[in-house]
């Protein structure tokens, strides 16, 4: 059992970010605080990203705090470039990371003084956890009738890594988020598409200014703080129309339909569409159906409310102040992990009665 002050778990931007600033704080790495990571290199999930998603093509990669991001040709592969910045970010900075240790669950000391760790590596005690798991490794899947009656393959968009395995096949693209339209447009070069979501696409016209993005933060805070499930990016921000979407979207790849009532053997199936019994053929299905944050090794601290909810206090639960979550909500995004993390070790130099 080792002892520490703080302890980190995840090494996106978000943990990054938090162990720069507790170092800026005079907190003493290895001894005083030290970041869990489950992967076996730098990158968090942007080392797991498919390969044809460039950086001209994502959102905007945020700088960690204290060196910039450098230049990268827009042709590059995302997962590089920003996998290759955070390993050189680690380094520079000597961050106190160890990795892969998986974290298992968290619970409280007798008395509830400390939290204690429990991973594949050990047993670590902490007075305060900054909590920073990110996404990926919590894929959601929705469960329709049929499910295990369809031949063909299904993927989700962890699994995804090119286009050119699904040259040839009928391809159903099920998801109305901003991955789910940037794969659908590439996969549409190579194959028959259909693209299946909940609700009708809310296409955002125009530039994201600041305006708008203090705007969408304010919507998710709200919802966090109440207690309620994160909503999506794109249920706030609306999708972006990039050149290579709006070029789909010029050769009509974008027509979307409802979502399915069953899948089949061999496709999926609507009861009503269009005001008649509807199906479409299928050799694979892409779920593109988002993510849950990936909170299960705190459930033995029993912070959900009854809804099921986390009722948050800024980055802190409030039913428990020494556990912040960081990129969760309204920080899940780079700038947003940035600023949170800065925010949560403001906040724990207070409960730790630091100077």
């Not at 460039?54 to 945020?62: E, L």
């Amino acid at each position: 059992m080792r002892d520490v002050e703080a302890l980190i778990v995840g090494g996106g931007q978000a943990g990054l970010s938090a162990a720069y600033f507790l170092a800026r704080r005079g907190f003493v790495p290895h001894e005083e605080f030290v970041l869990l990571d489950a992967n076996d290199a730098a990158g968090g999930a942007w080392r797991h990203r498919w390969r044809s998603l460039t950086m001209d093509a994502v959102h905007g990669v945020h700088a960690l705090p204290g060196m910039e991001l450098e230049p990268a040709a827009g042709d590059a592969p995302a997962r590089e470039v920003v996998a290759g910045y955070f390993d050189r970010y680690e380094r520079h900075f000597e961050l106190p990371i160890e990795r892969p240790v998986q974290v298992h669950r968290v619970e409280n000391e007798r008395g509830h003084e400390r939290l204690l760790v429990h991973t594949d590596a050990g047993s670590w005690r902490t007075r305060v956890l900054l909590n920073a798991t990110g996404t990926w490794t919590r894929p959601f899947l929705p469960v329709y009738p049929g499910l295990a009656e369809f031949r063909g393959r299904q993927l989700h968009t962890v699994d995804y890594r090119s286009a050119d395995e699904l040259a040839g096949q009928r391809v159903v693209v099920v998801g109305g988020g901003h991955s789910a339209v940037q794969l659908l447009a590439e996969i549409a070069e190579v194959a028959t598409t259909t693209w299946v979501t909940r609700r009708p696409p809310r296409w955002r016209e125009g530039p994201f200014d600041a305006d708008a993005g203090r705007d969408a933060v304010a919507m998710v805070e709200r919802a966090v703080a109440a207690g309620r499930r994160p909503d999506s990016v794109v249920s706030v921000t609306g999708l972006a129309l990039t050149p290579p979407v709006q070029a789909a979207r010029e050769r009509g790849v974008l027509h979307r339909l409802p979502m399915f009532d069953r899948l089949t053997a061999d496709g999926v199936a609507w009861d009503d569409l269009d005001g008649t019994p509807g199906s479409v053929a299928a050799d694979v299905i892409l779920w593109a159906t988002g993510f849950r944050h990936a909170l299960d090794h705190l459930a033995p601290l029993g912070l959900r409310d009854a809804s099921g909810g986390i009722r948050m206090d800024g980055t802190r639960v409030s039913a428990d102040p020494r556990i912040h979550l960081l990129g969760y909500g309204p920080s899940a995004s780079t700038i947003g992990a940035n600023r949170a993390a800065r925010r949560a070790v403001r906040e724990l130099r207070h409960t730790l009665q630091r100077a």
